[in-house]
């Protein structure tokens, strides 16, 4: 069984900073990509921000400059920081790993349950 849990969201002002991690756990062998999405109520899911296991990254426009994705290879752990943050970024923060288990040839994506952020004042 393979785990992600986020940690680090909740309430900010508009202009604060918040930081999100990401830690995957269980028999996993190998992982590929790593990332962060968010939904915000009504709308679809949306990419956030993706960094490889060589750490190219890779930004929505409207989080560019704002936000920065850093991962630990040794710990299996992607971190979001997130500065200027925005009443539009408030959302449902979601980790995706696309990783590859034990005894699996396959590479498969794995969500973790998802952390709140608000931005308001």
């Known amino acids: 069984q393979v785990q992600l849990v986020e940690s680090g969201g909740g309430l900010v002002q508009p202009g604060g900073s918040l930081r999100l991690s990401c830690a995957a756990s269980?028999?996993?062998?190998?992982?590929?990509?790593m990332g962060w999405y968010r939904q915000a109520p009504g709308k679809q899911r949306e990419l956030v921000a993706t960094?490889?296991?060589?750490?190219?990254?890779n930004y929505a426009d409207s989080v560019k400059g704002r936000f920065t994705i850093s991962r630990d290879n040794a710990k299996n752990t992607v971190d979001l920081q997130m500065n200027s943050l925005k009443p539009e970024d408030t959302a449902v923060y979601y980790c995706?790993?696309?990783?590859?288990?034990?005894?699996?040839?396959?590479?498969?994506?794995?969500w973790g349950q998802g952390t709140q952020v608000t931005v308001s004042s």
């Open positions: 995706k790993a696309t990783l590859r288990i034990e005894l699996d040839q396959y590479f498969r994506q794995y």
């Open positions: 269980g028999s996993i062998r190998s992982i590929n990509t």
């Open positions: 960094i490889s296991s060589g750490g190219s990254s």
